[in-house]
C-alpha cells in the first residue's frame, strides 16, 4: 500500500470552515505552515502521508473516505442570499456557505434513486417587477388561489421543486432564521436552509421571506435587498385584495388576531402589509407595535413584541423531502449512516441534524419502511477506510 494518497484541497476547506476549526493550530498539528496549508486548500489534489489523513479526519471528526471524493459543484460564498452585516465574520459565511453545498450533494444524490419534484418557480419576472406582483405570480406558478391561505408553506415548495432543510445554523444574528442559495453552474438548484424555532409564525414567515429572495435575487452578488423580499412574503402569504376586504374597520391588537389565525401570519408582519397598503397610518402602526412590546404573555413573561399571542397554537412547519426521497427511492427510511454514504462521508453528525429537521412520516410509510429491505442500492456502496 502507498504510503501517501491524493487529498483533495477542497474537501480539506469544506471540512475545516464546517467545524469552525482555524487554519493555524490544524496545519501545525500536521507540521505544516500556515501558508502551506493554504496551498492545500487551493489545489485541486495534494499527496498527504495516510497517518496525517488519519490524524486530519480525526480531528475534523470526518471519515477519511471524504477527503478522497471529488467535491461537487461549489457555491460561491457571496450567493448566499441574505443581507450582510458589517459584523459577520467570513468564518460564519464559510461555514454557512459549506452547509449548503453539503445539502445541495445530498439532494443531488437522493435525486439519482429518486425523483425531485420539478422545479415550478416563475423564472423568467420583468426586471421591475415589483416584489408583490412576483408573489402574485408565484402564487399562481403554485396553484394557490388568492382567497385561501397556503395550508403548508414549506410543503408547497418542496412539491414546487425547492428542498428546504433544518439545521443548527449559525445565522449571522438573532433576527435571520434562514438563509437560501441558487446551487449549480447556471443557477438550477434553489434551496432553502432554516434554523429551529419553536414559532409557528416566525417559521411560516422566514421560508416566504428565503422564497422572495430565491425569485428577486437569482444570480445577485453582494447585498440583496432585505425590504423586496419582506414585501414578498407579506404578500405571498396573505394576498393585498384579500387583505384590504377583510381589514378591520377599528384595527386593535385583539381585531387582528382572526386574520393572523386565518392566514397563519405574525400580527407584526400583518401590520406591516397593512401599512406599506395604506390601511393603517405610520403613527397608528407604531403604537401597535408599541403594544406588542408593552404586553407580555402572562405564563411565560415575554413580550408579545417576541412570542406573540397564539404562538403556541400551532407546530411549527418542517420539510419532509429529503425524508421522502429516501423511502421512495431508496426503500429504506433515512439515517446519518445511509445519507453519509450516499454523499461519499459527509460527517454523519452533520447528516443527523438534517435527518432530525425533517418530519415525520405517517405511520402507515413508517410501517412500509420496517418491512423495507436494508440493503443499499447496488450503486450505493459502504465506504472504506484509507
Not at 490524524?55 to 471528526?61: D, I, Q
Not at 456557505?97 to 444524490?109: D, F, K, P, Q
Not at 407584526?268 to 412590546?293: P, V, Y
Not at 406573540?308 to 425524508?323: D, I, Q, S
Amino acid at each position: 500500500m502507498a504510503e501517501t494518497i491524493a487529498v483533495y484541497g477542497y474537501r480539506v476547506r469544506q471540512a475545516r470552515t464546517i467545524r469552525y476549526s482555524p487554519i493555524k493550530p490544524l496545519a501545525q498539528m500536521l507540521d505544516m505552515s500556515p501558508s502551506a496549508w493554504t496551498a492545500l486548500e487551493r489545489s485541486t489534489s495534494t499527496e498527504m502521508p495516510r497517518l496525517k489523513l488519519r490524524t486530519l479526519a480525526t480531528r475534523l471528526k470526518f471519515p477519511s473516505e471524504f477527503f478522497l471524493q471529488p467535491p461537487g459543484l461549489p457555491i460561491h460564498r457571496g450567493s448566499l442570499l441574505f443581507r450582510t452585516k458589517k459584523s459577520i465574520k467570513v468564518a460564519q459565511i464559510d461555514a454557512l456557505t459549506t452547509l449548503a453545498e453539503m445539502i445541495v450533494e445530498l439532494v443531488a444524490a437522493l435525486g439519482e434513486n429518486a425523483t425531485q419534484p420539478p422545479l415550478r418557480l416563475p423564472m423568467s419576472l420583468r426586471q421591475e417587477v415589483s416584489p408583490e406582483e412576483a408573489a402574485q405570480q408565484t402564487r399562481q406558478a403554485l396553484d394557490l388561489p388568492d382567497s385561501e391561505p397556503i395550508p403548508h408553506v414549506i410543503h408547497t415548495l418542496e412539491r414546487a421543486g425547492v428542498p428546504v432543510a433544518f439545521a443548527d445554523a449559525d445565522m449571522p444574528d438573532a433576527k435571520h432564521d434562514a438563509f437560501s442559495v441558487w446551487g449549480g453552474d447556471f443557477h438550477e438548484q434553489p434551496l432553502i436552509v432554516a434554523r429551529h424555532v419553536n414559532s409557528w409564525e416566525r417559521t411560516r414567515w422566514s421560508i416566504a421571506h428565503e422564497t422572495g429572495h430565491l425569485i428577486l435575487h437569482r444570480g445577485a452578488a453582494g447585498e440583496v435587498d432585505e425590504d423586496a423580499a419582506n414585501r414578498f412574503a407579506n404578500e405571498f402569504l396573505l394576498p393585498a385584495d384579500m387583505l384590504r376586504d377583510e381589514w378591520p374597520s377599528a384595527v386593535t391588537l385583539t381585531s387582528l388576531m382572526p386574520l393572523k389565525r386565518r392566514w397563519q401570519m405574525s400580527l407584526a408582519a400583518i401590520i406591516n402589509h397593512g401599512k406599506h397598503l395604506g390601511l393603517i397610518e405610520e403613527h397608528r402602526a407604531t403604537g401597535l407595535f408599541k403594544q406588542l412590546s408593552a404586553r407580555r404573555d402572562p405564563h411565560t413573561g415575554v413580550t408579545w413584541r417576541i412570542q406573540e399571542p397564539g404562538w403556541a397554537e400551532l407546530e411549527p412547519e418542517r420539510p419532509r423531502l429529503l425524508t421522502v426521497m429516501a423511502e421512495r427511492g431508496l426503500e429504506r427510511r433515512p439515517t446519518a449512516e445511509l445519507f453519509t454514504v450516499l454523499t461519499g462521508g459527509w460527517a454523519s453528525d452533520l447528516m443527523e441534524q438534517i435527518i432530525a429537521g425533517q418530519r415525520e412520516a405517517p405511520a402507515v410509510i413508517q410501517e412500509l419502511a420496517k418491512t423495507a429491505p436494508q440493503s443499499l442500492p447496488g450503486n450505493v456502496v459502504a465506504l472504506r477506510r484509507a
